[in-house]
């Protein structure tokens, strides 16, 4: 049950974008929720296409994304997803290369010091997609780049 978190700080105008988290932590052989592995999933295909990965890591994640019938972002945490994971942990150094990504909680996503696997893949969305042609906002952005259940669970209704 993926979620927005606000993390405004208190008496603030809001001017910071919205913060995508996950209500549990997605792992591989998990119990997972399945709109949290398609957040996880969505975040990951727009690190593929931006700045951030190396050629030979972009070349490797695209070649996963187009792999297969199935939508990359269906939800399942499977080897395809596991290999993405490990080539964003690759990355960012990150210090834990579990495979595991992790729900942040308001401290560390509002704190610019405090490193998480989904701290980044949401810093990584808002820079790559910032005031594009997709939109303004996280919201508008997610009416083009995340599937419909998705969506509907983060804003609720259906993207107009």
Do not use: C
Not at 63 to 71: F, H, L, Y
Not at 88 to 104: K, L, M
Not at 141 to 146: C, N, P, T, W
Request: glycine share 8%; proline share 7%; aromatic share 10%.
């Amino acid at each position: 049950m993926a979620f927005v978190m606000d993390i405004t700080p208190y008496g603030e105008s809001p001017t910071l974008p919205d913060f995508w988290n996950v209500r549990r932590d997605v792992y591989p052989g998990g119990n997972n929720i399945n709109t949290d592995v398609m957040l996880i999933q969505s975040m990951l295909m727009i690190f593929a296409i931006s700045s951030a990965p190396t050629e030979d890591q972009r070349r490797a994640a695209l070649a996963i994304i187009e792999s297969g019938t199935r939508p990359f972002n269906d939800g399942i945490y499977g080897p395809k997803t596991r290999t993405m994971v490990k080539i964003y942990e690759d990355n960012v150094a990150a210090p834990f290369r579990d495979g595991i990504v992790r729900r942040t909680d308001i401290i560390d996503a509002a704190l610019p010091r405090d490193f998480t696997k989904l701290k980044g893949l949401n810093v990584i969305w808002d820079v790559h997609l910032a005031g594009g042609i997709a939109g303004e906002t996280k919201q508008d952005q997610g009416k083009i780049f995340l599937p419909l259940l998705l969506y509907r669970e983060l804003y609720g209704g259906y993207p107009i």
